[in-house]
Structures are given as C-alpha cells and as structure tokens.
C-alpha cells in the first residue's frame, strides 16, 4: 500500500538509499526531495545540476520530476525527458544497463524536440547506450545541462 497524505494524495514517506532503492520504514535514509517540491525552471535545473555533481541521479530525477507536474504544458515532455535520463542514470549505477538504454533513449528523444540548448543533452544521452561508467556519465549529463533559464 502506498503512503498517502491527510487529503488521501500518494506520497513516498518511505526512505530510499542514495541510488533510489526503498528501504525499510524508520531506516536511515538519503534526504528526499519534498512530494510538493514546485521549482522554477532555473531552480530545478540548478537543483538537478547540483545533485548530479553529488552523484545523486535520482534525486535529480524527482526534482525534474517536482517542474514537470507543475510546469506549463508545453514544457512538459521537455521536464519528462530530463527525468528519464536521470533514471537512467540510477539505473546504470545500479548495473542494469539493459534498464539505463531505454530510459537514456526515450529521455533523449523527449528533450531533443525541445532543440538547443537541450539538444547536448539528448545528445550525451544518446551517447551513454554503451557506457558502464556511472561517474562518468552522470557528470557528462551535469555538464551539458542548462545553466539559469535555459
């Protein structure tokens, strides 16, 4: 059964380990990015910039997946897409590479149609299909995100 609020909305009160796992109620875990976390578009990109430079794709993940539910809906492919690539960049640091080439590849295709400057993203992506180094890409994806608007 999944946690929920006063108000009966899903919310994930369970801790997770720094690669997104859950873990066990009252355990230790890695701070969360908050259920009504609603970035600006400059904040949630220097938000996921900061927690990849900490190696922290998944919670990079839940703070493009904080703008995309509240973004514009124009934008929101764009927010989809980044968060994908960042869960496949927790899927690599877990060893499932099979599971990290799908989402690099359906993320990649979502951001790309949003042109420059996220086609460097989509393209490092892109790139990642075959890489097994999780530090690397992880910083490959950091640097070619967007600084400020973007």
Known sequence: MRDRDAEGR?????PRDAYGRPLPY???GVDRVPD??????????EDGRRFLAEGLPFNAH??????????????????????Q???GLTHLQRGNGRGALTLFSRGAARVQAYGEPYDEVGRAASGLAHD??????IELIRSALPVGEG
Do not use: H, M
């Open 10 to 14: 899903p919310r994930n009160a369970r």
């Open 85 to 87: 690539i960042c869960v």
């Open 62 to 83: 839940e703070v493009f997946e904080g703008r995309w539910k509240c973004a514009p809906e124009e934008e929101r492919e764009l927010w989809q897409g980044l968060a």
């Open 132 to 137: 097994g180094d999780p530090e690397r890409a």
């Open 26 to 28: 009252g355990s230790p």
């Open 36 to 45: 009504e976390y609603a970035p600006t578009t400059p904040q949630a990109l």
